[in-house]
């Protein structure tokens, strides 16, 4: 078991106890890496931790579309655009894409998915799909 976790809403703590110190979680995500194993792991010159993830490390805050992209503004302070082909629908009806050129796993928090929903429509035969000017994209299942 780690030190630090981080819960399914994007909050870290460290021993039981809720960070704060927006630096310091953002010098965490900054060395953030994944393992070979899928494990979460936070990799400093002088030192390496594993982190215990409950769901996603990097968390969807909200969403903005502009001039047909889709601006993810994530759980650690950076903004960047929507790989919307890499869309995907987990248990419960949760959405996740891919950030940080495709490296991690990103899950929607409650208020992006809803703000994302505005912009998907359904095909009965294929399912819901984001609709943008440059294509469909369709949602996939989860895969971590």
């Known amino acids: 078991m780690s030190d630090i976790r981080i819960d399914k809403d994007g909050k870290w703590y460290f021993r039981g106890a809720e ?5 310091i979680i953002r010098y965490f995500y ?3 890496k994944l393992d070979a194993e899928g494990r979460y792991k936070i990799e400093i010159p002088s030192d390496s931790c594993y982190v215990e993830v409950e769901d996603t490390a990097f968390v969807v805050k909200s969403v903005d579309v502009k001039d047909d992209e889709v601006i993810l503004y994530l759980s650690d302070d950076s903004q960047e655009v929507l790989d919307p082909s890499t869309l995907m629908v987990g248990d419960n009806n949760v959405l996740y894409c891919r950030v940080k050129k495709g490296q991690f796993p990103a899950r929607f928090s409650r208020s992006s998915y809803y703000q994302l929903t505005a912009y998907l429509d359904y095909d009965e035969g294929k399912g819901f ?3 943008l000017a440059h294509g469909q ?5 989860f895969e971590s």
């Not at 994209?137 to 299942?141: D, E, G, V």
Request: glycine letters at 0%; zero cysteines.
């Open 19 to 23: 960070m704060i110190r927006r630096d």
């Open 30 to 32: 900054e060395h953030l």
């Open 129 to 131: 799909y984001l609709n």
């Open 137 to 141: 994209f369709f949602l996939n299942a």
